[in-house]
Antibody, heavy 116, light 107 residues
Framework: QVQLVQSGAEVKKPGASVKVSCKAS????????ISWVRQAPGQGLEWMGW????????NYAQKLQGRVTMTTDTSTSTAYMELRSLRSDDTAVYYC?????????WGQGTLVTVSS | EIVLTQSPDFQSVTPKEKVTITCRAS??????LHWYQQKPDQSPKLLIK???QSISGVPSRFSGSGSGTDFTLTINSLEAEDAAAYYC?????????FGQGTKLEIK
């Protein structure tokens, strides 16, 4: 069965970076894109961007341009999302999910807390 | 950026009631509109893709319709387990975006 398993919760100070991993199983990794979506506490879903697991092409939300990098390691079927220069309003649950368009499987989420 | 506006923001409904949630796009997105359900402390779940295409394993009481700028998610004969937040999402034009969400409370 398709599974996306994310890395554990992180606590970071403002200005630091965080890298969240997302290990996929149960399907051919390079046949689907990976989207990243975040959700601030008590808020709605925010699209962050997506990466093609086939060729590494990326599209990022403009508000995150310059601070976010999405990558994949096809040898381990793992996707990564790095966010730099963290601010308090980056505190959120970060989800990886399969698909660039309709997103059919989601990871369990990774809570990233930014606090001094 | 395409803005998706859902209505209502919140609805309190009784079991067996029919529920309609709407999603309006700020410009035409064809049928590139998807619906998700998110229960408290859970990851979102895909309910409907491309406006009206059903998803395997999703109860048949969930259906979607619409194209262009106006879309509807319908839940026939609501059940207690349908208490959740519902989000629309467009993949027509980058950056892809989500609606602000609709929270359904079961009375």
């Amino acid at each position: 069965q398709v599974q996306l398993v994310q890395s554990g919760a992180e606590v970071k100070k403002p200005g630091a970076s965080v890298k969240v991993s997302c290990k996929a199983s149960g399907y051919t990794f390079t046949s689907y894109g990976i989207s990243w979506v975040r959700q601030a506490p008590g808020q709605g879903l925010e699209w962050m961007g997506w990466i093609s697991a086939y060729n590494g092409n990326t599209n990022y939300a403009q508000k995150l341009q310059g601070r976010v990098t999405m990558t994949t390691d096809t040898s381990t079927s793992t996707a990564y999302m790095e966010l730099r220069s963290l601010r308090s309003d980056d505190t959120a649950v970060y989800y990886c999910a399969r698909g660039a368009y309709s997103i059919d499987y989601w990871g369990q989420g990774t809570l990233v807390t930014v606090s001094s | 950026e395409i803005v998706l506006t859902q209505s209502p923001d919140f609805q309190s409904v009784t079991p067996k009631e029919k529920v309609t949630i709407t999603c309006r796009a700020s410009q035409s997105i064809g049928s590139s509109l998807h619906w998700y359900q998110q229960k408290p402390d859970q990851s979102p779940k895909l309910l409907i893709k491309y406006a009206s295409q059903s998803i395997s394993g999703v109860p048949s009481r969930f259906s979607g319709s619409g194209s262009g700028t106006d879309f509807t998610l319908t839940i026939n004969s609501l059940e207690a387990e349908d208490a959740a937040a519902y989000y629309c999402h467009q993949s027509s034009s980058l950056p892809y975006t989500f609606g602000q969400g609709t929270k359904l409370e079961i009375k």
